[in-house]
């Protein structure tokens, strides 16, 4: 079994030969790695890149960590804000290098000085405040254990009574963080009663960064990315959040009409949110439908605004009376004009053509409104441009069986504009959607070979009179 030491027996031995040896860090470093490697330790768990103050020998991290306490401490919650600034900054520098110096900064209690000073009765100065939270963030990144119930009340307590934009950013990404990754800091959040009438309140600003803050707060509430965890609760919380703020997220576009980034920020956190039939409806209702096809006319060169729209309309076709008001609205030659112009990119392309396949699902007025627009050699071309991509082979297979399934007689246009050969390669190229290709190839009405995957077996046979 390998040796193995701690990190403070490393950065001692560093240290010395520092102080001790007058060597240089870099040197001291060097020598501290070959001494414990000629003794066969493992050094795996050590971060051997810690900054280090060459007059002391400690690692900077250390070195403010003990000096924050110290100051707080020695004089009693007066400290001087200039230095308990830059003793925070050395923090927030320290911890971007990577995950292991968070992770130190947070044994080294940084995190739980952090929480404890924020959770403070007295008012602190505001950029100490500000230097806390973006410290607070710098910690959490990527290590959201460390969130606890402290944490979230002390975040909502300061969320509360914030006016301060760059406060109130920085707030709701402390949130944010601690919601990627972690199934049980998510479900803390949301059983908390007043997480909600905390946050509501923000949907009413004005300042983009701060509306744009709470809705990626809103979708990461709403993530199923813990492996740890078998069955997450994203549903129930995407549920819970519609309820309370669905409308008020959808009559935002309006009023930020003229922010690209911010519409299409809104639209992804309206189509995250819609995940049940009458939230379409409340979507439609609010104004949110109408909106979309203008943004896609105002602009249609913005990959952003477009690729979010295309997603927005897949989920309000959830609703069969919201997918047949899409089609009445006029969004068939605005969807084909935009996969049209950007047939090129593979990410837009895979999002309009699931969108495409949505809105013609068991709709024929659907699927003759999309046809007439001459959608079908542009969704032939857009495979052949991308033939590599499985994603957009299988959207662009499931567009043309919804669309000739129930309409016969178009499929003769799709086989003159070539689609069978196209279909047939990708079968080739990807026989993993072999069953979504083979789909369109039978309702198109070409030969195609289906396999029987399971047939039964009896001894006893029952004639057919």
């Not at 920020?265 to 609010?286: G, K, P, Y």
Request: proline share 3%; glycine share 4%; with cysteine.
């Amino acid at each position: 079994m390998a040796k193995v030491i701690t990190q403070e027996t490393f950065d001692e031995v560093v240290k010395e030969n520092i102080v001790e040896f007058s060597m240089s860090i870099e040197e001291a470093r060097e020598e501290t790695i070959k001494q414990f490697e000629a003794q066969g330790i493992h050094l795996g768990n050590i971060i051997k890149d810690l900054n280090v103050n060459p007059s002391t020998g400690v690692p900077l991290l250390n070195e403010s960590v003990d000096e924050l306490k110290r100051l707080v401490e020695s004089k009693e919650g007066s400290a001087d804000p200039q230095q308990v600034c830059q003793h925070l900054a050395v923090i927030i520098e320290e911890c971007k290098q990577s995950v292991p110096h968070r992770v130190l900064a947070a044994k080294l209690g940084a995190y739980e000085f952090i929480v404890k000073q924020l959770n403070r009765d007295d008012t602190l100065d505001g950029e100490v405040l500000l230097k806390l939270l973006i410290a607070a963030n710098a910690i959490i990144n990527k290590q959201p254990d460390v969130f606890s119930h402290e944490s979230l009340a002390v975040a909502l307590k300061h969320l509360k009574s914030c006016s301060d934009v760059k406060v109130a950013c920085e707030l709701l990404k402390w949130l944010q963080k601690a919601c990627i990754l972690h199934e049980m800091n998510r479900q803390m959040i949301m059983e908390e009663n007043l997480t909600i009438p905390t946050l509501k309140p923000f949907l009413v600003r004005t300042e983009p960064e701060v509306i744009r803050n709470t809705c990626a707060l809103f979708r990461y509430l709403i993530l199923d990315d813990d492996i740890r965890v078998e069955f997450g609760k994203a549903h129930e919380h995407a549920r819970s959040l519609a309820a309370e703020t669905l409308t008020e997220i959808t009559q935002l576009l309006t009023k930020f009409k003229s922010d690209p980034d911010t519409i299409s920020d809104l639209m992804l956190t309206i189509a995250s949110l819609t995940v049940r039939n009458e939230f379409c409806q409340t979507v439609e209702e609010a104004g949110g439908l109408k909106f979309i096809l203008d943004a896609m006319v105002e602009f249609p060169e913005s990959m952003k605004i477009i690729r979010e729209a295309c997603k927005l309309l897949k989920a309000l076709a959830g609703n069969d009376t919201v997918k047949q008001n899409i089609i009445q609205c006029g969004a068939a030659p605005l969807l084909e004009s935009a996969l049209n112009r950007h047939k090129d990119n593979e990410t837009f392309a895979r999002h309009a053509l699931a969108c495409i396949s949505t809105l013609a699902l068991r709709d024929p007025g659907n699927s003759k409104a999309l046809f007439e627009t001459g959608i079908s050699e542009t969704i032939i071309q857009t495979m052949k441009i991308h033939p590599t991509s499985k994603i957009i082979q299988r959207n662009g297979s499931w567009a043309v069986r919804n669309m000739v399934s129930r309409s016969r007689d178009q499929c003769d246009t799709f086989v003159a504009q070539g689609i069978e050969d196209v279909l047939n390669q990708a079968l080739t190229d990807h026989p993993s959607i072999a069953h979504d290709v083979k789909s369109a190839l039978r309702d198109l009405g070409c030969k195609v070979q289906l396999n029987e995957e399971w047939k039964a077996t009896s001894e006893i046979q029952i004639k057919n009179e």
